[in-house]
């Protein structure tokens, strides 16, 4: 059982930056695949990014643009989500996850453990 606890987040002006955290514990870190998802208000759950094991294979949803950055440290048992230029349309609760078994990893019924959620609000 993996336990997966957030930090992070909040309220930040369009196009300023914010990055969140995500501590793993419980577990083998190194096991899992690391996600980021999001889900705005009245909308489905909406993948980001994930990362391997070892950070060597990296994938971002494309209408991201570049904007966001994942990585983690093993060392840590910690995956971060780095969200510059940020935009009104970004608001959203931010979710990490940990998969233990997957094909491409972007779809939220391929991840076992989720973090409790952080709310980040973008403002105009």
């Known amino acids: 059982q993996v336990h997966l606890v957030q930090s992070g987040g909040g309220l930040v002006q369009a196009g300023g930056s914010l990055r969140l955290s995500c501590a793993a514990s419980?577990?083998?870190?190194?096991?899992?695949?690391m996600g980021w998802f999001r889900q705005a208000p009245g909308k489905g759950r909406e993948f980001l990014a994930n990362?391997?094991?070892?950070?060597?294979?990296?994938y971002y949803a494309e209408f991201l643009q570049g904007r966001f950055t994942i990585s983690r440290d093993n060392a840590k048992n910690s995956v971060y989500l780095q969200m510059n230029s940020l935009k009104p349309e970004d608001t959203a609760v931010y979710y990490c996850?940990?998969?233990?078994?997957?094909?491409?990893?972007?779809?939220?019924?391929?991840?076992?453990?989720w973090g409790q959620g952080t709310q980040v609000t973008v403002s105009s």
């Open positions: 419980g577990g083998t870190f190194t096991s899992y695949v």
């Open positions: 996850a940990a998969a233990a078994w997957g094909t491409y990893y972007r779809t939220r019924q391929e991840y076992d453990y």
């Open positions: 990362i391997s094991w070892n950070g060597g294979s990296i």
